[in-house]
Structure formats: C-alpha cells, structure tokens
C-alpha cells in the first residue's frame, strides 16, 4: 500500500496537529509500502525536519516539497493546485488529508481519499455558508472518514448524511518503555505545568490564570508556550513572575515540551465547556503526553476528556471555574499516594493511544479501499 498524505502547512510548526500529523506518518510507513508527506517548502531539509520533532525518517517515507506561492501570492489553492501534476507520479493507492479545502479539491481524483476529521467547519461564523457546503460534500464523497472523537463522531452523523466506511481515531503518543518514575513524595514545592497554546479560549486559559491567583506560593507554575498577545500584560501573571512562582518558556521544540512535562509533579489541561469543539469534540494531545511521561493529571471534567480518561486516572475538576481548578491542583499536590495511584492507571491506560496503535487503525480503515 502507498499513502500519501497532504498538509498544506509549513513544517516544522509550533502547532499541536503538526506533531501529529508527522508522528502518524511514521507510524503508518511501519505498516505499508511508502508513504509520501506533502508540504509546503522547502523551509529546511528533512533531516532537520524530523529531528525537531524527535523522530527519524524512516526509509521508506518521502517528503514532496510543493510550492504553495506565485510571485508574492501564497494560497493553499497554489499548493492544491500543484497537487494534480505530481499525485499520479507516486501511484498512490490512498490518499490522505485533514484539511477540508484540500479535501474538497482531491474529491475529483480517482485515488480514494481519507479524510480526517477534528472539528466541524460547518459550525464556524466565518464563512458559515461555505463552509457548510464544502464540508457536506466532503463527507458524501470522501472514501473513508476518521474522526477525533466519538462526540465528534455523533455531531457529525447528525449533521451531514454519508454511507463511507468511518472510524473514531483518537490522537496519539509516544511512549517509553517503562512508566517513568519520579520521586513524589512531599517536597517544599510542587511544580505544576501547562503546555500547548493559548491562542484558543476554548483551551482554559481565562479560567487558568483566575486559578493561579488562588493557589499558595509552594505552588510553582510554568507555562510551555508561547503567551498569547492578550495575556502579555496580565497582572495577576505579572505578579507571579515577579515573585518567582510563574516561568513562561515561550515555544519549544515537541521534544523538550515533552522534557519539561516529565520534569512537572502536575500537569493541567483546563479545558473549557463553553465551546463544543472543546467539550465534545478534541482529544488533547498534551493529556495523552502527560499520560505518557508519569506526571499527575488535573483535567476538566468534560465528555471530550472522559473518553480518555476518569477520576481513575486524573483528578477531574468543574470546567471554566477557577476555584475548582485550584482545589484540584492542591489536591493533587498534597496527597502523593493519590498522584502514585492516577499516574500508575494512566500509564496503564496511555497504552491504548500509542502512534502505532493510531497508525493501525487508519490502515485498516484503508484497508476495504484498495
């Protein structure tokens, strides 16, 4: 079987789908014949590309370089334009992709397509109409559909009519070896981490900062990430950083992210319930990191994060209210038997979102296409 699979975004990038995309990539080409990656670019070479994300490229994976600009012009149509003169030059037998403008271009060539849905585009005020049209032909044409979540499985079925084969795909990680240890007993303070943007509000950040304002000064904070503009000259931020008990990294590569996380007692994932995308429809990629690398997780209490994870693995809290965040990070904080207990069943649990885990169901799915 030959993939290949279309991303009209630079890479390397500072967003999360990135690490994702590249990551199941991988994956998929431990699997299959060849995989080919196409890409804006080139805006570095390959190597270089793969070793921001901390991985190899494997032998038999390509990374096509298209041009995305014309003369001072730079439009994903450009990209989806170059599409057609290279597609049938690598024989693909599926092809693969999550952006719906893409999507929509590929749906008049004979290749089978995949298409990976995260959200429905359909539901954004921004070009609404659009949107809604393209994406209902999308999912009446389109060979196969993978969706993030079974919220976002739901909502969709609801909205659009499709008979293709589709498949709930959650996102992934890597994984080490053995559950990473950690020493958790009492120490004079605990480090607690956010990692990821926060560009989106339906990420938490409002109700973040709020609880940050609550917790005492043995609680020390770290932000890994860039601080969205908005949030540059926030007080109650100011005063953290001023006092000690806040650190803002500004963007890392995915792989000392991911350091910084191991490095953390607790990690947060503050998501809001006033955005559907959030409540029903994400799978955060930074919960199943945190999984992963043995750090205590404090997570909104939402039909999104329960299809991961309970109060079995992660202290649960009320979504988008400060003082519940707060008391859930000191809970975790103070009582080291409780982190042993939820990290040890979320390694357990962290075992079923391996990248290759990923990576077999969407060949399966591509399986009856061939």
């Known amino acids: 079987m030959r993939i290949i699979y279309c991303y009209p975004e630079p890479l390397p990038s500072e967003m999360a789908r990135s690490i994702q995309v590249v990551n199941t990539c991988v994956s998929i ?11 804006p670019g ?10 921001f994300y901390g991985i190899k490229k494997p032998v038999n994976m390509t990374v096509r370089f298209l ?12 990209f989806n ?13 599926i092809i693969m992709t999550r952006h719906l403008k893409t999507a929509s271009f590929l749906l008049g060539n004979p290749v089978p397509l995949i298409f990976e849905a995260h959200e429905i585009f359909g539901d954004k005020n ?24 079974r919220g976002l499985s739901n909502a969709m079925k609801k909205k659009y009519l499709f008979h293709a084969l589709s498949s709930v795909i959650p996102s992934g990680t890597s994984l080490p070896i053995e559950q990473p240890q950690k020493n958790i007993d009492k120490k004079k303070s605990t480090l607690v981490t956010y990692t990821g943007t926060s560009r989106y509000k ?9 609880a940050l304002e609550l917790l005492p000064g043995d609680i020390i904070f770290e932000i890994v990430g860039q601080l969205d503009e908005e949030y540059q000259k926030n007080a109650i931020l100011d005063q953290l950083i001023s006092t000690g008990n806040l650190t803002i990294t500004g963007h890392l590569p995915p792989k000392d992210a991911i350091l910084r996380l191991k490095q953390a007692d607790i990690a947060v994932i ?17 919960l199943l990191e945190a999984m992963a690398a043995g750090t205590t997780i404090v997570a909104s209490d939402l039909p999104s994060i329960r299809e991961i994870v309970s109060e079995d693995e992660a202290v649960m809290v009320t ?52």
């Open 202 to 210: 339906w990420k938490g950040i409002p109700t973040l900062i709020k």
């Open 29 to 39: 080409a431990g699997l299959i014949d060849h995989v080919f990656l196409y890409i």
């Open 126 to 149: 921004r070009a609404k109409v659009k949107n809604l049209s393209m994406e209902k032909g999308v999912y009446e044409k389109a060979d196969g559909i993978t969706f993030l979540s």
């Open 67 to 78: 041009k995305k600009s014309f003369g001072p012009i730079i439009s994903n149509k450009i």
């Open 270 to 286: 503050p998501n809001s319930g006033m955005y559907p995308i959030s409540k029903y429809y994400t799978c955060p990629l930074k």
């Open 319 to 370: 979504a988008d209210n400060p003082k519940a965040l707060a008391e859930g990070i000191l809970k975790a904080a103070g009582n080291p038997i409780l982190r042993k207990t939820l990290t040890k069943k979320a390694w357990q649990r962290v075992q079923d979102f391996s990248w290759d885990n990923r990576a077999k169901k969407i060949v399966e799915l591509c399986q009856p296409n061939l």
């Open 42 to 51: 080139p805006y570095m070479n390959t190597d270089q590309l793969f070793s």
């Open 81 to 93: 334009l170059r599409l057609k003169s290279i597609i049938s030059k690598d024989s693909p037998d």
